[in-house]
């Protein structure tokens, strides 16, 4: 695995490790608008990324199917959200400003369970990474490598708020700051995992990338949908969730098409 390559793998994590530290410049607990603000700004990077990073890719990469290039992307998308369905019913979790748990029962303590609920839509994130990079490497593919690392960037940025949303919480909660930047920072290790994992299988099988393009664009559009957007929408004023959302996407858009 070459230097670039490792770059672009850590970069997102250190983007959630930077905004976890936020725990130790920020006195009193995140602001409800302040929060929404976040989740709406991620919540438009990953669904721009989806689209121009994962979605066009891989309609690209089929082309020579003529009128059906749209198959491989349209069947990777599905199993990608069945797939965080899937997740979603079985790891144990719990949403921020939820109180009851999803996936299956566990005695685990409500802090590891908010970590696992970040974790979960961490996943995806290292996915598509890890594809892009794939792509790259496999040189038959009109990824290049400032696309990949474009998106590496990109998912960093959303990693940032994301890693405060975990860690803030927690030291509200009574935390000290080191635990809940430790867990704050945790949360994001699967990414890189995701990243390496998804890389080795994309080796492996080189026809199936346009598919685990596609699969990784409909896993994050599920964490999209059934989380972030509804966290985003919570309580009074949450426009300020829409606007943040449409910055993060024309951001994410932009980084893509001038740089990609």
């Known amino acids: 695995m070459n230097l670039d390559v490792i770059e672009g793998l850590t970069i997102p994590y250190i983007g959630t490790t930077l905004g976890a530290a936020c725990v130790f410049l920020m006195k009193d607990k995140m602001g409800k608008r302040l929060e929404r603000s976040l989740t709406g700004f991620a919540a438009g990077i990953m669904v721009a990324a989806s689209i121009w990073s994962l979605m066009i890719p891989a309609i690209d990469e089929s082309e020579h199917m003529g009128k059906f290039a749209f198959v491989p992307a349209f069947a990777g998308f599905w199993i990608g959200i069945l797939f965080l369905l899937l997740l979603d019913s079985i790891i144990p979790h719990l949403h921020m400003h939820s109180d009851k748990a999803e996936g299956l029962k566990s005695n685990f303590q409500k802090t590891t369970m908010m970590v ?6 961490n996943i995806p994130e290292g996915m598509a990474v890890g594809v892009v990079y794939a792509g790259w490497i496999s040189k038959s593919t009109d990824i290049t490598l400032t696309g990949a690392l474009v998106l590496s960037v990109g998912i960093a940025i959303q990693n940032f708020p994301e890693g405060a949303i975990i860690s ?5 909660e009574g935390n000290k700051k080191s635990r809940a930047f430790l867990y704050g920072m945790l949360s994001g290790i699967v990414e890189p995992i995701a990243a390496a994992l998804t890389m080795v299988a994309s080796g492996l099988i080189v026809p199936a990338l346009p598919y685990l393009l596609s699969f990784a664009a409909g896993a994050m559009m599920y964490v999209v949908v059934e989380e972030l957007i509804p966290e985003m929408s919570q309580g009074e004023h949450s426009n300020i969730g829409t606007v943040m959302f449409a ?3 024309t951001l994410m858009m932009a980084l893509d098409v001038a740089l990609g």
Do not use: Q
């Open 116 to 121: 696992l609920a970040v974790t979960l839509h």
């Open 247 to 249: 910055f993060g996407f």
């Open 168 to 172: 803030m919480p927690l030291k509200a």
